[in-house]
């Protein structure tokens, strides 16, 4: 799976990510009081699908170069 769910602090409604320990690029989706993190592929696309203002679903799109 390459959504990982983050932690929100229930008393502050607050998250936390340590960016000096993530590797690369990644993006954080927030929805509905939850928040995952996933890398960004080094080549390719990812497409972030909404459905009546609702994240639905995330899409990653890959490849390479021959």
Known sequence: MRLQNIDIDPSTMRL???IMS?????AVVVCDGKARLTRLPEHGGTKI???QGKVKRVKFDEGEEF
């Open 22 to 26: 993530q590797k690369g690029s990644f």
């Open 49 to 51: 699908i909404t459905h």
């Open 16 to 18: 936390e990510v340590d």
